[in-house]
């Protein structure tokens, strides 16, 4: 058995994934440049430092280990940052997996775990949203995700690639024993800003928008917790090792909660009534993103363990007031 290669394994998903991996006893390789993780984020494994886009660095780690399979997890995620840098996500989130393909196919490693994201959909047409509907991303961000699944699908065809890519909704949440967590100074996710204004270290938090098509007016997201998320990236490496053809999953849990649902959910789980104020909406939101994650379920057998709002607050709460290690 060779190892699985982690790119982004530093990072707030992959560093999930890293130990969930690391419990199912596999022997894994960590490939981040750090630029957003962290070194004390990888719990099993271990680390090589470099960048998705350096093809010589990819080359070292090929020749050196004999790989299995691939999750690739590095990328740029901050869809407001990708509509006013554009050309850093493209080079970064599209050449840079383009160069690790590339790598990987020199190599004769044919097994790939893309992380996709729900942005690829933009504004679906129907909610919750099938594997089936149509991509069309309303920023670059998910025009990116969609780029490097359209590769993947040519490459699959082509019979040089066997992929799974995981179409993630919005996730949080954090190691429910504390030991890893978001790690990002700035990170810009709605559950985060919750619990770090709860605790004090900002001193309020934003409602981007109150004008949207939905019930109260603010914009509907599908929370995932991490740890079922990485449950089924384990399922999906499963599947690739026993030669499953490439598929295209969602990993939601099929229902949406508002903004302000969040906020008061959030306001419970920390016993905090931390302040909020409402502002103009953020670019490149769409209104209502819920997953139709039937699909995981049937075909790899997806069972979540975590499907409880309070619970993911919980943990994200207990990971910044407990857990965090700050640099
Ligand atoms: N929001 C606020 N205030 C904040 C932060 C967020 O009102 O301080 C709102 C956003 O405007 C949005 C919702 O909360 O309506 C969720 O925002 P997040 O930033 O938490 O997540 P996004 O839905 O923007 O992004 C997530 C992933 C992306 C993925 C996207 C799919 O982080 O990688 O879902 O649309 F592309």
Redesign the pocket.
């Known amino acids: 058995m060779g190892k699985i290669l982690v790119t982004g394994g530093a990072g707030y998903i992959g560093s999930h994934v890293v130990k969930a991996l690391g419990e199912k006893g596999y022997d894994i390789l960590v490939y981040d440049n750090l630029s957003t993780g962290h070194e004390w984020a990888v719990l099993h494994g271990d680390l090589v430092v470099g960048d998705i886009r350096d093809r010589g660095r990819l080359d070292q780690v090929l020749d050196k280990y004999e790989v299995d399979a691939v999750m690739h997890f590095a990328a740029h995620?901050v869809?407001p940052e990708s509509v006013q840098e554009p050309l850093k996500y493209y080079m970064n989130n599209v050449g840079g997996s383009l160069t690790l393909l590339q790598a990987l196919q020199e190599h004769g490693v044919d097994k790939f775990i893309f992380s996709s994201?729900?942005?690829v959909y933009g504004i679906p047409e129907e909610i919750p949203v099938r594997e089936s509907a149509p991509l069309q991303a309303i920023n670059p961000?998910?025009e990116t995700k969609a780029m490097v699944e359209k590769v993947l699908e040519d490459m699959a065809y082509a019979g040089s690639m066997n992929y799974v890519a995981l179409r993630?909704?919005?996730?949080a949440g954090a190691d429910p024993e504390g030991r890893i967590g978001e790690g990002k100074e700035d990170a810009?996710?709605?559950?985060t800003?919750c619990v770090r204004t709860a605790a004090g270290l900002r001193p309020e938090?934003?409602?981007?928008?109150d004008d949207y098509p939905t019930s109260d007016g603010?914009?509907v997201?599908d929370y995932i917790h991490v740890e079922d998320l990485a449950e089924a990236h384990i399922l999906a490496l499963q599947y690739l090792l026993q030669n499953g053809e490439s598929q295209v999953f969602n990993c939601g849990y099929g229902r949406g909660f508002s903004?302000l649902e969040?906020v008061e959910a959030a306001r419970k789980a920390t016993g905090v009534d931390f302040p909020v104020r409402m502002a103009p909406r953020?670019e490149g939101?769409?209104p209502a993103?819920v997953a139709d994650s039937s699909k995981l379920q049937s075909h790899l057998g997806w069972r979540p363990q975590h499907d409880d709002l309070q619970h993911i607050i919980a943990t994200a709460w207990n990971w910044e007031t407990r857990g965090r290690t700050r640099e």
């Open positions: 995620i869809v994201s729900a942005a961000y998910g993630y909704f919005n996730v810009t996710h709605l559950i800003m938090m934003s409602i981007f928008g603010t914009c997201r903004v969040v953020r939101d769409p993103l």
